[in-house]
């Protein structure tokens, strides 16, 4: 079956209801609005939150409070089995390697080697931050990890 052999099930299209055509149809005169006013105008819509002039309750309330997500560092996240399916050649391991590589791009968030995965070989990885499971699997291959 192809997209263009699907058809709908009968019934599941309806006519356009024809407003405004007379009385005999059934939607004449007012066309299904009710009586006079904005909303019976076209274009006329009243936003969320407005009570009618009164004063709205979301600026009757004190707006207070502080979170610290704001303010929460997002970093560019990699495991240690992504940096093991790296080239053998590269020794030496940054974030200028991994955006060649394509694993991570180049947003300017800092990075994180984080330990899933293993790697095989000493290599020297720089990073913002590591965890504490990929710091000691580089250091048990032989490798380093300096904090950048």
């Known amino acids: 079956m192809r997209l263009h052999q699907l058809s709908n099930v009968k019934g599941a299209v309806h006519r356009r209801k024809r407003v405004g055509c007379g009385e005999g149809g059934g939607h004449g005169k007012t066309s299904g609005r009710g009586g006079?006013?904005?909303?019976?105008?076209?274009?006329?819509?009243?936003?969320?939150?407005?009570?009618?002039?009164?004063?709205?309750?979301?600026?009757?309330?004190?707006?207070?409070?502080?979170?610290?997500?704001?303010?929460?560092?997002?970093?560019?996240?990699?495991?240690?089995?992504?940096?093991?399916?790296l080239d053998a050649a590269i020794v030496e391991i940054d974030t200028s390697t991994l955006v060649a590589a394509g694993l991570v791009r180049d947003d300017g968030k800092p990075l994180k080697v984080l330990g899933d995965g293993s790697v095989s070989r000493a290599v020297r990885v720089k990073a913002a931050r590591f965890s504490a499971s990929a710091k000691a699997k580089i250091e048990q291959a032989g490798g380093e990890a300096v904090v950048a």
């Open 36 to 85: 006079k006013g904005q909303t019976a105008r076209s274009g006329g819509s009243i936003r969320p939150g407005f009570e009618g002039g009164q004063m709205p309750l979301y600026r009757k309330l004190p707006h207070r409070g502080f979170n610290n997500a704001n303010f929460r560092t997002e970093y560019a996240v990699v495991n240690l089995g992504d940096l093991d399916a």
